[in-house]
């Protein structure tokens, strides 16, 4: 079956790598890039691009109408740092668009959603290492408690109406193509820039500060693998806890020194991001997602720090 899919969100950080990756798979023609911005070069000549607003209902029904995509992925968010500058924009934004997509889809008979989550859905009382798939979540950003809520409607949408939603709790994600949007974890990205520019940078977040993170091309490829999996496989409806690497300032620094030997890292203190990074696991346990699609990534921090440094060099 030839599948049509809408990216919502195409031009951030994730939907930039995904688009692409789709078209190879699905050819240019079938995936539409969707962004409330204009693209960037490459998506835009690669195959069709649609402005669209996921709050705008009548623009979003319209674009369903369209297309009748069998698959869409709603990657349009605000994430934890902006979200918390604007916490009724995240929500709203976060909520309802996430709600206007399930609805069109039922309507409109799409197949698959896909929809990521976070590790910003557990909060300070959940476990910190290898946090489990279930257990106590209580998130503390806007953008967390969107997340989970997001969750739970994903999951009362499949039970409810049957429609197919998959999702996966990201961690911090790492890449050099486009830059990341607004996050607690976007240091581990600036890091490298700045690295390459000038060898020091300022982190906002402290040296112990360990978190969940992962190269791009992990996660994907993990997303992909688990839009294809046989839905009898996926026994989570709500979200899928997902694990890379686990690393701190310090360590990440240790290892950009290998390439940078006068590499110098310094902090900034009170920053707000580091209140946030503290309620947030520093390792997950993503035990089923191995059992149920499969999943084993492939970047450790020696690996995709030597990408990030390679890639970035060359752009
Ligand atoms: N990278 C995201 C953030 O920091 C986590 O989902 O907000």
Known sequence: MVEKILVIGSNGQIGTELVTELRKINGESNVVACDIRRPDYD???GGPFEFVNVLDKENLKAIFAKYKPTQVYLLAALLS??????PKLAWDLNMNGLLNVLDFAIDFGTKKIYWPSSIAVFGPNSPKQQTPQFCTMDPNTVYGISKLAGERWCEYYFQ?????????RYPGLISWKAMPGGGTTDY?????HEALKKSSYSSFLSAETELPMMYMDDAIRGTI???DAPADQISIRSSYNFSG????PEDLASEIKKYIPDFKLSYTANDPRQKIADSWPKSMDDSTAKKDWNWKPEFDLEKLTLEMLTNLKKS
């Open 81 to 86: 740092a902006t979200g918390e500058q604007n």
């Open 160 to 168: 409810k109406y049957g429609l197919d939603v998959r999702s996966i």
């Open 225 to 227: 693998e688990l839009m």
């Open 188 to 192: 581990a990205i600036h890091i490298f």
């Open 245 to 248: 690497v686990s690393f701190n």
């Open 43 to 45: 998506i835009k000549n």
